[in-house]
């Protein structure tokens, strides 16, 4: 068994430093357990289709959609959003069906069981409450999916601005 271990991975090319390494940008959590558990691989959409969320304003509103599969066995994941630092940001998701509809009233976290093979999908809602700079490897929202033990078992994330 291995607990969530951020996995740190270097990119370095001839005649140049090696990339920064930003957690959760370009790291890999690890985990693995003797028992079944759940394994969420997730994908996020932006409007713009270019992973940045923009908010127009600083107190605009935008929305960004997640996908996600369970590769792992079944069990309660509840997704969570969140900013990767302190941001004047408001958030909410909820959990969609086929066409985007929310299947409840968003709220801070979406919880739901999540089968073996199944794929889920969200709706993750944000609002500034004041200016967020462009500053993609620092400025994220980042959508956890813990189990029902509350371990992370995926994530993934999106850059978010004001314009």
């Known amino acids: 068994p291995i607990s969530p271990t951020e996995v740190l991975i270097s990119y370095d090319c001839t005649n140049s430093a090696?990339?920064?390494?930003?957690?959760?940008?370009?790291?890999?959590?690890?985990?693995?357990?003797?028992?079944?558990?759940?394994?969420?691989?997730?994908?996020?959409?932006?409007?713009?289709?270019?992973?940045?969320?923009?908010?127009?304003?600083?107190?605009?509103?935008?929305?960004?959609?997640?996908?996600?599969?369970?590769v792992g066995s079944a069990d309660t994941i509840t997704a969570t959003p969140s900013p990767s630092v302190v941001l004047p940001l408001a958030m909410s998701i909820c959990q969609t069906d086929a066409t985007g509809a929310c299947l409840s009233s968003a709220d801070s976290s979406a919880t739901s069981t999540v089968e073996a093979g199944a794929t889920p999908t969200y709706s993750v809602f944000v609002t500034a409450t004041a200016t967020v700079p462009f500053d993609p490897a620092n400025n994220r929202i980042v959508v956890e999916f813990t189990d029902s033990g509350g371990v992370v078992r995926g994530s993934t994330s999106v850059a978010v601005t004001t314009q």
């Open 18 to 70: 090696p990339a920064t390494i930003t957690v959760g940008l370009n790291t890999l959590l690890l985990s693995a357990s003797a028992s079944p558990i759940p394994d969420i691989v997730a994908l996020v959409a932006t409007p713009t289709g270019d992973g940045i969320l923009n908010l127009p304003g600083p107190n605009g509103s935008n929305a960004f959609a997640v996908s996600a599969v369970n």
